[in-house]
Structures are given as structure tokens and as C-alpha cells.
């Protein structure tokens, strides 16, 4: 008899939900439910770098997602449903009352933005991140050496110090502090008090600064230093963390009912959407995930023996087990990817705000399309202009939130499609400027397979990316790579698998198409990429230069 596992993955706009047959892989139903608040634009400010999501958001697109597939399957389909596993972004944090309820849920707090989760690319922790660092580095234990050397903005601590901080209301009543990919399961299997809540390995150890080695979180005395509070929701989290295939419990009466599914699904332990991409696109041992989207993040596992005890600086973590149990996974990305193209086209179309909605989407709907269509028939010359691909700071290597983008070479005749193209080069230069940084590290990347909705959907992208990093680039035939994976992590969860590679072998899908590098096109390339690094160059000590003035 079949056997359903459902797949939930949060991403930066929607939860998607995916039922997959365990004992197939297929993919049979899917649907996706937009935040309704997030889509209005409501608690973000780009301006300042402060993009919020409202938990209410994540429990009303649940329900939808959820409600939504089931209404595609019979009765009988729908009872053999018997385990569920969820991804998310992150880091993307909120402070809990006592009880381990966000704050946003509490009267009186549903429209503080601080009240609410922090989304993974909210910057507003910049001082906070560099005070970290500075404790950091001076510590007994450096608590930044398993994530590079650098905490960044973008992570769990220095975003819960930055609302305590500046928001003395919320200072008051928060007792504790959540990941958005700790808080699901834990929500619909009734788990919430913070000391019973079962962290996420990878979150915890790319985003939180937990290690073995040092027995878990940061200390107390190490967070208190920074902020007392910090030092009390410490001793609230356990020193144990769980990799995606544990089993977190079973849903609630209550979520069974508002769900609509089996009283007896097994929920197993959240994990990163960047993570839960690598599983479902089939990772191996010495393969580079990208997951590219809105932001790229880079997927890497290898065996113990190969990295030995060497710390990989630069990177946004190296954690044993939080990928594949048994193998170091190793994280690197971009903060942006998609959002250059969106920004972009925002950019052009701006005129076009004060326009009826459905003349507005008449006229920009389509875009980056024509814009593709115009860029990958333009002649690629040495001379063309060259972007940066820093509009939204510097996730890896190196992370360097306070850099700004830039564009040289453009004259009175460049034209939109020149300008397109050679943002399409930079997000591309930034992926090669990973690879060549761990490759000088010692790690070993023998393929790279691309997952997300840009692998699929743009071939003029995945082509000059493969074109740019010299490498074959496969694409997961899957499209929904996250929900796969937070599926696979379900069925160990719920006992259909012993091991997580077990359930990968079953229910991969392979891949859909590889873009080989062209040789001539490759050269030119190298070229380009010395003018990226030199703009890289200029631009990030024009900057420091300016801040010092400052």
C-alpha cells in the first residue's frame, strides 16, 4: 500500500506544500499559498534593510497549503498520509513569551515588526553582528571559528540582541528566542516551552554557533556579556540538537483537526530550506548544491577523513551532521540573486506604479523575459559594462553585509539589456568567487548540481553560470527541491527508511539537464572576471575607506 509523505517548505514569499509516495519518490500533488500580509508589503522597510514576516503568516499559509492538496486526493489517499517534514528560511528568529509563543500573537504586540520574525535577509543587526565578532575573537573560544570567523547580521544572535536593543516593550515580556524552522514543528505537536523545544542541527550550528566541541551553544557568562537576557534564554536551550530525520512527535488534536490530516503523522525535526534543498536534489559526498533564488546558498558535504580538523574561514558554517548525518556540511551563498534581477526590473518599471493594476502588469509582467531575450543575443566583449553583485551586502566568502553594489563601463548608449546582462555576469562571478575559495581551501567539489525556481526556469542564467564557473552544471529534475527533502527527512522520521542517504537513493528524481561550459565563451569570461575582482577590490576599500571618514 502507498505510503504519503508531506513536504512543507517556507520560503521567502510562500509555503509550499508537497505530497510525495515514499516508496516512489513522485511527486503527486503540490500547492502553494501565499503570505497575505508579507505580499502587501506590510512590517518591511527595504530602505533600512528590515524585512519581518508575521507568524500569523505562516500558520494561515499552512493551512491553506495543507487544505489545498488534500482537496487532490481521495479520502483513502489522504489516511495513509503518515509523516510530515518542514523547512524554512534562515536564520529568521522571534523573541517568545515564557510559553514559547511569538510575541507577534499576543495582544497588543500584532503589529510591532520587532514582535515578529526577522526573514533571513534583514540587516538592520549590522553593529550587533560586529560586536559579536569583537567578543568573539577575544573569548576563551571563539565561537565564529565553525562558521568561518565571521557571525553575520543575518543569524540568530546578533538579530535577537539588535530588538533588545532598541525595542524596550519587547525587552520587557520576551522570555525566549525561536528559529521560524524550530518553532513549526514544534508548534503542531504541542512542544513549544523553550527548554522542549528539539533545535534544528543545522540552524543551530550555521546560524546559532553551536558545536560539539565546545558543548553546545555559547555559554551563558559569553551571551551575557553582550546581553543579560541572552545569558537567560541560554540556559532555556538544550545542548542537544537533532538532524532532520528525528522524529519531533505527533500532531496535536488540534492541528489534526485544522489540517485536516491523520492524528498519528509523525512531524519530524525542522531543517534549513537550503539544506532540505541539497537532500532533495540527491547531494553526495564532494557535490555543490546551489539553490538559487531570490539569495543563492551553496550546499556542500564531505567525509570527515577529507577536511580533517581544518576550519574553513570565510564560510557561513561547518557543521558535522547537518546536512547528511556522518558527513561535514559546509555552507556558502550569495545575499542576492533573484532580488538583483526583481530590483531591476522594479527599477524600470517604476513609472509604471501609478498605473491601473491590470495595465501595470500588462506592461512589466513580462519583463526579464524581453530583457533575457534582448541579453543572450548581445556579442560578449571584454569591454561590455561590469556589475557587482553585492546589492544586498556579502554573504560568503567573507561576509560583509555593510558592502554596497556597483556597475562600471556604462555610457549614454548602454542600453537596459547591456545593464541586465551584466548583473546576470556578477551574480555569476559571485558564485565562481565561492568555488575558487574553497577549492584554495582544500575542498573538494567534483559536481554542481542547481536547484530553484531560476534552474529551471531560465536557461540563458544557468547557461552563463556554467559558462562563468567553467563547470558543468546539473539541474534537479525535482521543482520543489526543499519540500522533497523535508519529505525525505519525514520518512526516516517515521521509520519508512534507517538512514537519510536510504531515502535519498529511493526517492530522488535525477536531474533534468546539465549545461556544459562553452570552451570559447570560458575564456572570455576569465577575462570578465579579473574586471569583477578588481571592481570588487575598489569597491570594498572605497567603502571601508568612507566608513573610517565617517
Same mark, same amino acid.
Given at each position: 500500500?502507498?505510503?504519503?509523505?508531506?513536504?512543507?517548505?517556507?520560503?521567502?514569499?510562500?509555503?509550499?506544500?508537497?505530497?510525495?509516495?515514499?516508496?516512489?519518490?513522485?511527486?503527486?500533488?503540490?500547492?502553494?499559498?501565499?503570505?497575505?500580509?508579507?505580499?502587501?508589503?506590510?512590517?518591511?522597510?527595504?530602505?533600512?534593510?528590515?524585512?519581518?514576516?508575521?507568524?500569523?503568516?505562516?500558520?494561515?499559509?499552512?493551512?491553506?497549503?495543507?487544505?489545498?492538496?488534500?482537496?487532490?486526493?481521495?479520502?483513502?489517499?489522504?489516511?495513509?498520509?503518515?509523516?510530515?517534514?518542514?523547512?524554512?528560511?534562515?536564520?529568521?528568529?522571534?523573541?517568545?513569551?515564557?510559553?514559547?509563543?511569538?510575541?507577534?500573537?499576543?495582544?497588543?504586540?500584532?503589529?510591532?515588526?520587532?514582535?515578529?520574525?526577522?526573514?533571513?535577509?534583514?540587516?538592520?543587526?549590522?553593529?550587533?553582528?560586529?560586536?559579536?565578532?569583537?567578543?568573539?575573537?577575544?573569548?576563551?573560544?571563539?565561537?565564529?571559528?565553525?562558521?568561518?570567523?565571521?557571525?553575520?547580521?543575518?543569524?540568530?544572535?546578533?538579530?535577537?540582541?539588535?530588538?533588545?536593543?532598541?525595542?524596550?516593550?519587547?525587552?520587557?515580556?520576551?522570555?525566549?528566542?525561536?528559529?521560524?524552522?524550530?518553532?513549526?514543528?514544534?508548534?503542531?505537536?504541542?512542544?513549544?516551552?523553550?527548554?522542549?523545544?528539539?533545535?534544528?542541527?543545522?540552524?543551530?550550528?550555521?546560524?546559532?554557533?553551536?558545536?560539539?566541541?565546545? /558543548?553546545?551553544?555559547?555559554?551563558? +557568562?559569553?551571551? &551575557?556579556?553582550?546581553?543579560?537576557?541572552?545569558?537567560? @534564554? !541560554?540556559? =532555556? %536551550? $538544550?545542548?542537544?540538537?537533532?538532524?532532520?530525520?528525528?522524529?519531533?512527535?505527533?500532531?496535536?488534536?488540534?492541528?489534526?483537526?485544522?489540517?485536516?490530516?491523520?492524528?498519528?503523522?509523525?512531524?519530524?525535526?525542522?531543517?534549513?530550506?537550503?539544506?532540505?534543498?541539497?537532500?532533495?536534489?540527491?547531494?553526495?559526498?564532494?557535490?555543490?548544491?546551489?539553490?538559487?533564488?531570490?539569495?543563492?546558498?551553496?550546499?556542500?558535504?564531505?567525509?570527515?577523513?577529507?577536511?580533517?580538523?581544518?576550519?574553513?574561514?570565510?564560510?557561513?558554517?561547518?557543521?558535522?551532521?547537518?546536512?547528511?548525518? /556522518?558527513?561535514?556540511?559546509?555552507? +556558502?551563498?550569495? &545575499?542576492?540573486?533573484?532580488?538583483?534581477?526583481?530590483? @531591476? !526590473?522594479? =527599477? %524600470? $518599471?517604476?513609472?509604471?506604479?501609478?498605473?491601473?493594476?491590470?495595465?501595470?502588469?500588462?506592461?512589466?509582467?513580462?519583463?526579464?523575459?524581453?530583457?533575457?531575450?534582448?541579453?543572450?543575443?548581445?556579442?560578449?566583449?571584454?569591454?561590455?559594462?561590469?556589475?557587482?553583485?553585492?546589492?544586498?551586502?556579502?554573504?560568503?566568502?567573507?561576509?560583509?553585509?555593510?558592502?554596497?553594489?556597483?556597475?562600471?563601463?556604462?555610457?549614454?548608449?548602454?542600453?537596459?539589456?547591456?545593464?541586465?546582462?551584466?548583473?546576470?555576469?556578477?551574480?555569476?562571478?559571485?558564485?565562481?568567487?565561492?568555488?575558487?575559495?574553497?577549492?584554495?581551501?582544500?575542498?573538494?567539489?567534483?559536481?554542481?548540481?542547481?536547484?530553484?525556481?531560476?534552474?529551471?526556469?531560465?536557461?540563458?542564467?544557468?547557461?552563463?553560470?556554467?559558462?562563468?564557473?567553467?563547470?558543468?552544471?546539473?539541474?534537479?529534475?525535482?521543482?520543489?527541491?526543499?519540500?522533497?527533502?523535508?519529505?525525505?527527512?519525514?520518512?526516516?522520521?517515521?521509520?519508512?527508511?534507517?538512514?537519510?542517504?536510504?531515502?535519498?537513493?529511493?526517492?530522488?528524481?535525477?536531474?533534468?539537464?546539465?549545461?556544459?561550459?562553452?570552451?570559447?565563451?570560458?575564456?572570455?569570461?576569465?577575462?570578465?572576471?579579473?574586471?569583477?575582482?578588481?571592481?570588487?577590490?575598489?569597491?570594498?576599500?572605497?567603502?571601508?575607506?568612507?566608513?573610517?571618514?565617517?
Amino acid at each position: 500500500m502507498n505510503q504519503y509523505i508531506v513536504g512543507i517548505d517556507y520560503g521567502t514569499d510562500s509555503c509550499r506544500a508537497l505530497v510525495v509516495n515514499s516508496t516512489t519518490g513522485k511527486e503527486e500533488r503540490s500547492y502553494t499559498a501565499f503570505y497575505p500580509r508579507w505580499r502587501k508589503g506590510l512590517f518591511c522597510d527595504p530602505a533600512q534593510n528590515r524585512y519581518r514576516q508575521h507568524p500569523q503568516d505562516y500558520i494561515d499559509s499552512l493551512e491553506e497549503a495543507i487544505q489545498g492538496v488534500l482537496r487532490q486526493m481521495k479520502p483513502a489517499e489522504i489516511d495513509n498520509i503518515v509523516a510530515l517534514g518542514i523547512d524554512t528560511t534562515g536564520s529568521t528568529p522571534c523573541l517568545t513569551d515564557r510559553n514559547g509563543t511569538p510575541l507577534a500573537l499576543l495582544p497588543g504586540y500584532e503589529e510591532d515588526p520587532d514582535a515578529m520574525f526577522v526573514l533571513w535577509k534583514d540587516h538592520t543587526a549590522i553593529n550587533e553582528a560586529d560586536e559579536i565578532n569583537r567578543l568573539a575573537h577575544g573569548w576563551e573560544t571563539d565561537y565564529t571559528a565553525r562558521s568561518g570567523g565571521i557571525y553575520s547580521s543575518e543569524w540568530f544572535w546578533s538579530k535577537a540582541l539588535h530588538i533588545l536593543r532598541q525595542n524596550e516593550r519587547i525587552r520587557r515580556d520576551a522570555r525566549g528566542l525561536i528559529e521560524h524552522c524550530d518553532w513549526m514543528p514544534a508548534l503542531l505537536t504541542g512542544n513549544l516551552l523553550p527548554e522542549k523545544v528539539k533545535r534544528s542541527r543545522c540552524a543551530a550550528g550555521h546560524k546559532g554557533m553551536w558545536a560539539e566541541e565546545w /558543548g553546545g551553544y555559547p555559554s551563558a +557568562a559569553f551571551l &551575557s556579556r553582550l546581553d543579560p537576557l541572552l545569558g537567560e @534564554f !541560554r540556559v =532555556l %536551550l $538544550s545542548d542537544e540538537t537533532h538532524t532532520g530525520g528525528t522524529p519531533v512527535g505527533t500532531l496535536t488534536e488540534e492541528w489534526s483537526e485544522r489540517l485536516g490530516l491523520p492524528r498519528s503523522v509523525v512531524v519530524s525535526a525542522g531543517i534549513l530550506d537550503a539544506h532540505a534543498g541539497a537532500i532533495g536534489a540527491g547531494i553526495r559526498a564532494n557535490s555543490m548544491v546551489k539553490i538559487i533564488g531570490t539569495s543563492t546558498c551553496d550546499i556542500v558535504v564531505t567525509p570527515k577523513q577529507d577536511i580533517g580538523d581544518k576550519l574553513i574561514p570565510g564560510i557561513s558554517g561547518q557543521v558535522d551532521g547537518s546536512v547528511i548525518p /556522518g558527513l561535514i556540511g559546509l555552507e +556558502a551563498g550569495q &545575499s542576492a540573486f533573484g532580488d538583483i534581477y526583481a530590483w @531591476f !526590473r522594479d =527599477l %524600470l $518599471s517604476w513609472t509604471a506604479n501609478t498605473l491601473p493594476e491590470k495595465e501595470r502588469v500588462a506592461l512589466t509582467g513580462n519583463l526579464l523575459q524581453r530583457l533575457t531575450v534582448e541579453a543572450e543575443n548581445l556579442p560578449l566583449t571584454e569591454t561590455d559594462p561590469i556589475a557587482n553583485d553585492w546589492l544586498n551586502g556579502r554573504r560568503s566568502p567573507f561576509a560583509d553585509q555593510t558592502l554596497k553594489g556597483g556597475i562600471i563601463g556604462i555610457t549614454l548608449g548602454t542600453t537596459p539589456a547591456q545593464l541586465f546582462k551584466s548583473l546576470v555576469e556578477a551574480t555569476a562571478f559571485g558564485s565562481r568567487a565561492i568555488l575558487e575559495h574553497l577549492a584554495k581551501e582544500g575542498v573538494r567539489v567534483e559536481e554542481v548540481i542547481g536547484v530553484g525556481g531560476i534552474s529551471l526556469k531560465s536557461p540563458y542564467v544557468m547557461q552563463t553560470l556554467a559558462d562563468v564557473m567553467g563547470v558543468p552544471i546539473k539541474v534537479a529534475a525535482t521543482q520543489q527541491a526543499g519540500a522533497l527533502g523535508a519529505a525525505m527527512c519525514a520518512a526516516v522520521a517515521a521509520g519508512l527508511f534507517d538512514s537519510l542517504q536510504s531515502a535519498t537513493d529511493r526517492m530522488e528524481q535525477g536531474n533534468l539537464t546539465t549545461y556544459i561550459p562553452r570552451q570559447e565563451v570560458s575564456l572570455l569570461y576569465k577575462a570578465r572576471y579579473e574586471r569583477y575582482q578588481s571592481l570588487a577590490h575598489f569597491l570594498s576599500t572605497k567603502q571601508s575607506f568612507l566608513q573610517n571618514q565617517q
